[in-house]
């Protein structure tokens, strides 16, 4: 049986990427898969940086020179040899889903799978370029697809 979801993952400056995060990626980025009915293999490419690594790239290639917490660059081919879609590109801003985790009560963990959620959903198609339906749509997959991964849920503090 072929893997439904191949993850490339690297981590900035060579450094080992860790195996607990590895296996929060690619299961959140599945269940993403999983509840958007993608059926198909699929490829995803993720770069595990830091402020100044994100905010070189968003300059780079989205001419806004400031850090982030997470990108997404969508490619949606198929590879030819493998039949996978390629997704795209994600690029985690590791110590900023820390600090949000820390601010909004729920954890690191948590903050790493929502932004895996809001990316991939990204490379699928959704935006939220501004307060309309869009981002209403795609706020409301972040929120089943979480509630999905988490069913009893993160209380934090309103």
Known sequence: MRKRLKLRLRC???????LSLRRRIK??????LEAEGVAQP????VLLTDGAG????????R???????VL??????TDMKTGRLLLGDMVLNIPQAEAQGAEFGHGA?????YLTVHSVLHLLGYDHVDEGPM????????????????????????
């Open 27 to 32: 299961k959140t980025a599945a269940a993403v």
């Open 72 to 77: 997404s660059f969508p490619m949606g081919d």
């Open 135 to 158: 981002k209403k749509e795609m706020r409301g997959r972040e929120k089943l697809i979480m509630a999905r991964l988490e069913p009893k849920g993160i209380q934090t503090e309103s």
């Open 109 to 113: 963990a948590h903050e790493i799978s």
């Open 63 to 69: 001419q806004v020179d400031r850090p982030t917490d």
């Open 12 to 18: 900035e400056n060579g450094q080992k990427c860790p």
């Open 42 to 45: 699929c490829e995803l490419s």
């Open 54 to 61: 994100i905010q070189r790239i968003n300059a780079e290639f």
